[in-house]
Structure formats: structure tokens, C-alpha cells
């Protein structure tokens, strides 16, 4: 499990989610997951994503705003 998103307010302040954040075996599981949640991402306060493998950051942070 070396992939796994890291989600904050559009300010950059960590959001906490209930259920925790999974980790995934490969970055398309993972971009698959976002693609499936970022709506309740959005609802629960998260303004931006980061993919992160291990702890480099691939790519981020991306607005979730539908803007």
C-alpha cells in the first residue's frame, strides 16, 4: 500500500475524514477512488488533494472545486 491522498482545506489545513484515508496499491486505484469521492470530499470541507507515493508528493495540490 504505497499510494494514498493527502486532503486539505483550499488554505492548506489538513481535513480530518471519519473514515480515515485508504491507501492503494497503485496511483489508478487511487485516482479512481478521487474520481468516486471527491464530491463528499468537497462536502466535508476538503478544498485541495495531494497524491502522494510513500511520502514523495506525485502531483498536487488539485482544487476539487467543480468551479
Known amino acids: 500500500m504505497d499510494w494514498t491522498w493527502r486532503i486539505e482545506t483550499s488554505e492548506g489545513a489538513r481535513v480530518a475524514l471519519e473514515s480515515g484515508v ?33 511520502d514523495r508528493v506525485v502531483y498536487g495540490p488539485m482544487s476539487l472545486s467543480a468551479e
Open 22 to 54: 485508504p491507501e492503494f496499491t497503485s496511483q489508478s486505484d487511487a485516482e479512481s477512488w478521487l474520481g468516486e469521492v471527491w464530491r463528499e470530499l468537497a462536502d466535508a470541507g476538503a478544498g485541495q488533494v495531494t497524491l502522494l507515493e510513500h
